[in-house]
């Protein structure tokens, strides 16, 4: 089956750690991105990439980081930096051509403790 | 930063009537509009896209575009309590081979039986 999976599905991170978050997809697609959605809140882009080894930042980059080794990975570090992480991370990829429309992972929700 | 407006809601609609979402958005140069239902704890799922002015009809569900009035709106038709979700509207960056969408916070509809 062709999709985009995520893992874990929940994560708990004490204060002061770093974490990764896993981003999966074997839809041959090239664009790859991180969504943070908090409570209420609509989606907010963390990082983009548009081929391997390439990436840029989205509107709240902050506290995380990224890298695109390969086509189908896409892992996302949430570093101590960031002061507060609590929050459901989405995955999404798409396509280059149509309608650039993005399909979405099912998310890992990170709790910090 | 471009702004995507949704009625937060929450919108209640009788079982077999019309639920009406609309969206404004704020830059004049997005290409595509895109609407995604959410159900609680889940990740967002594309219902549709649009990107000429008009209607577009897919089953019980159209969206209506109007770029003059920077305005797109969902209509779901025959209302089913399973559509009961949160409805967030994404539109493209101007510069659309990026890819970027731009989120509203979205409108949680409940159907009631």
């Known amino acids: 089956d062709g999709g985009i999976t995520q893992s874990p599905k929940y994560l708990f991170r004490k204060e002061g750690q770093n974490v990764t978050l896993s981003c999966e997809q074997n839809?041959?697609?090239?664009?790859m991105y991180w969504y943070r959605q908090d409570p209420g809140q609509g989606l907010r882009l963390i990082y983009y990439?548009?081929?391997?080894?390439?990436?840029q930042k989205g509107d709240i980059a902050e506290g995380y980081s990224v890298s695109r080794e390969k086509k189908e990975s896409f892992p996302l570090t949430v570093t101590s930096a960031q002061k507060n992480p609590t929050a459901f991370y989405l995955c999404a990829s798409r396509t280059s051509g149509g309608a650039l429309e993005q399909f979405f992972g099912p998310g890992t929700r990170l709790t910090v403790l | 930063q471009k702004e995507v407006e949704q009625n937060s809601g929450p919108l209640s609609v009788p079982e077999g009537a019309i639920a009406s979402l609309n969206c404004t958005y704020s830059d004049r140069g997005s290409q595509s509009f895109f609407w995604y239902r959410q159900y609680s704890g889940k990740s967002p799922e594309l219902i549709m896209f649009i990107y000429s002015n008009g209607d577009k009809e897919d089953g019980r569900f159209t969206a209506q575009l109007n770029k003059a009035s920077q305005y797109v709106s969902l209509l779901i038709r025959d209302s089913q309590p399973s559509d009961s979700a949160t409805y967030l509207c994404a539109v493209t960056d101007r510069g659309s081979t990026l890819g970027r969408l731009y989120f509203g916070r979205g409108t949680q509809l409940t159907v009631w039986p």
């Open positions: 990439s548009q081929i391997v080894n390439d990436f």
């Open positions: 839809l041959n697609h090239d664009a």
